[in-house]
């Protein structure tokens, strides 16, 4: 007796059938991301909640409330924000007291000052090599602009202000900090005890101090240290201790990269018959460099937000504009609306620079994930 | 060659390229430099000092102030030294960072637990919430946040909340606790359940590793803290009262007040630095790999217990020391308090530096406070790091 296998035979393919509509397409994208759990719920409504309170009256007091032209705070009746400083304060903003004549050469100076980066930012970029001459020349060029001097009419600096000034002090505590910074994270792990006991000395020192007392130094300490008959500009004397301030950080961002240098490479220069300095300034110091930009671009974003902190050794930087503004009886009490501006500025700079540090992280990302 | 006669620059040339002798040169030529810079600095400072007619020395330190302060955690007058005014700004300046640690410690907690959330909605405003104060200058939000409070109604129209609270452009006016007798047995009742809780602690770990019981130690510990401080409180006839702030023609009676520098610098450092921490977390979590995760899933943990026991000891790890640097950064970013008017030991500094002239003095002490206060941190961190660090085999 046979027994006849049991089996189903399915001669053709069923047809595809979508998903539960539970879980895909919108409705499934909602209940996965915004209502997964009541926890979840709770959260999204209370954001909902919180957006629905805030976004339209905050529009209504920036935009449609708001009054954009004038002569004073008394033109501004409707109940919103008063924008009308901006048609006579702006240039004051930009460029604090600078010449108005001279504004050109700042604007120069800013122009420039992407073709002295671009080589630096976009390593692919064609002509990149020519370029680079150009960046190196670039800080010499800007204070020239700057300052004046041959040919050009000559600004004091006590003159510069406004956004010009943070840039200014940035700028240059940047350029004059990576130098030294390397310094002195190569001398932090040098073999010789002095140099490395003296390095670890300056860097622990001035990041252990709040910048606000290295202000104090240059406004009151080192006019003392110096012989009465040799004045140093207080612009200048800022610059020198943001300097040293930053110099202190980019020292451990440096020593970081450095640290990630793997040792085969020390030992393969060595190998080579390099000595020192060739193999630190092409075998080590290209590689360290590399690792260590997103942290540089990151010290850079703070020491540019650092630079408002002048205003407590009274220079006329962005904030302290608008604080004498709004001190003024013609714009007394504007001051969300100057610090609102204000904080606009500082957000698109740094933003856009964090951002550029987070896509160069993931362009030096090597690892395999 | 002749053997005899060696030339006579031979020895230096060697010393030359003798490694050792080298750098020994270089470093005697490194301290001498320096050596003679500081000399310079010094001598122009004696220099420009006597010009001045001023006399080098902590001697000022004993001399009456003659300015006020207004907020104050030990007794001060006008009429105090200069070193007791300084005491007070440096305890000012403690009590801003540490109240700001804890909360910018919790926000940070918070909001880096919640980006990571499968909340879309929720990460997006935690996103914009960091971005925004990571990138805008602290200096800024501070005075942001200090006229916005001093924005607020006047004292006669005080916003009330609760009928206790009072927010008025003057600050934050609050019931204060009066402690009566008997008080202090509850403390005391409160330091024996904080002893109790340490030993039951250590002795369930103990239990814990040798035989693997577990022991409900979150409920104990607690129960152990606050009941018998509970009990002993309620024994004693509650020995605690509210001194309740009065509405007087001007102003208020009773309470306490706390100004509206303090509430602005601590609100505008805790959400500054909480969002540094935020990202500090963040990362710390992310860093901890999914197998981990995967594997105590596969041994039956439960979700709440992988993140105790395994997610969060390893991501500590790579959280403990920046997040160590973040709280040394709220320290030093409390001096900006000078901008608000706020007494903190830079702004007191600042004062008796106008007022006695000393500034080398002032400035000193400035460093040496901060480094101290900024070396004893990273002391206290890497003794905890290390602590907790992953022992290697």
Known sequence: MTTQPFFRQQSELLAERPPPAATSGVIGWVRANLFSGWLSTILTLLGVYMLWLLIPGLLDWAFFDADFHGDDRFACTSSGACWAWFDQRINQFLYGFYPSEQTWRVNVALALLIPALAPILFDKMPGAKHLRWFSLTYPVVATFLLIGGVGLEEVPTHKFGGFMLNVTVGLAGIVLSLPIGIVLALGRRSRMPIVRVLSLAFIEIFRGVPLITLLFVAAILLPMFLPPSFSLDLVVRVIVVVTAFASAYMAEVIRGGLQAVPRGQYEAASALGLGYWKTMGLIVLPQALKISIPGIVNTFIGLFKDTTLVIVIGLFDVLNIGRTMIANPDWLGLAVETQVFISLFFFVVCFSMSRYSVVLEQRLDTSNS | ?393
């Open chain 2, 1 to 393: 060659m002749a053997v005899s006669g060696v030339p006579a620059g031979f020895e230096l040339r060697r010393m030359w390229t003798d490694e050792r002798a080298r750098s020994a040169l270089f470093q005697v030529l490194v301290v001498l430099g320096l050596a003679l810079l500081v000399a310079f600095f010094v001598s122009n400072t004696m220099a420009n000092l006597q010009a001045r007619g001023l006399e080098p020395g902590f001697g000022f330190f004993g001399d009456t102030a003659f300015f006020d302060i207004n907020q104050k955690l030990i007794d001060y007058s006008s009429q105090s030294t200069f070193g007791r005014a300084l005491v007070v700004g440096l305890l000012n300046t403690l009590l801003v960072s540490a109240l700001g640690i804890i909360s910018a410690t919790v926000i940070g907690f918070t909001a880096g637990v919640l980006r990571l959330s499968n909340n879309w909605l929720v990460g997006r405003l935690i996103t914009v919430y960091v971005e925004f104060t990571r990138n805008v200058p602290v200096l800024l939000q501070i005075i942001f946040w200090w006229s916005v409070l001093t924005g607020l109604p006047k004292v006669a129209d005080s916003l009330s909340i609760g009928g206790a609270l009072f927010l008025n452009n003057r600050g934050v006016r609050m019931p204060a606790p009066i402690l009566e007798n008997g008080f202090g047995w509850v403390v005391i009742f409160f330091a024996l359940g904080v002893v109790a809780t340490f030993f039951v602690g250590r002795w369930a770990h103990r239990r814990h590793m040798a035989t693997g019981l577990p022991f409900p130690m979150l409920w104990v510990g607690l129960g152990l803290l606050i009941l018998p401080a509970l009990i002993v409180f309620i024994v004693s006839g509650q020995p605690l009262d509210w001194d309740m702030p009065e509405r007087t023609r001007f102003n208020y009676r009773g309470g306490f007040n706390v100004t509206p520098e303090l509430v602005a610098l601590w609100w505008a450092l805790s959400t500054y630095t909480g969002s540094f921490i935020s990202e500090i977390v963040r990362a710390g979590i992310l860093s901890v790999s999914k197998g981990q995760t995967e594997a105590a899933h596969a041994l039956g943990l439960r979700p709440r217990l992988t993140m105790r026991k395994i997610i969060i000891p390893q991501a500590l790890r790579v959280i403990i020391p920046p997040l160590t640097s973040q709280y040394l950064n709220l320290t030093k970013n409390s001096s900006l308090a000078i901008a608000i008017g706020y007494q903190d030991f830079v702004s007191i500094g600042n004062t008796v530096l106008n007022q006695s002239g000393q500034a080398i003095e002032v400035v000193g002490i400035w460093m040496v406070v901060y480094l101290s206060l900024s070396l004893a941190t990273s002391a206290f961190m890497n003794w905890y790091n290390s602590h907790i660090a992953l022992v290697d085999r």
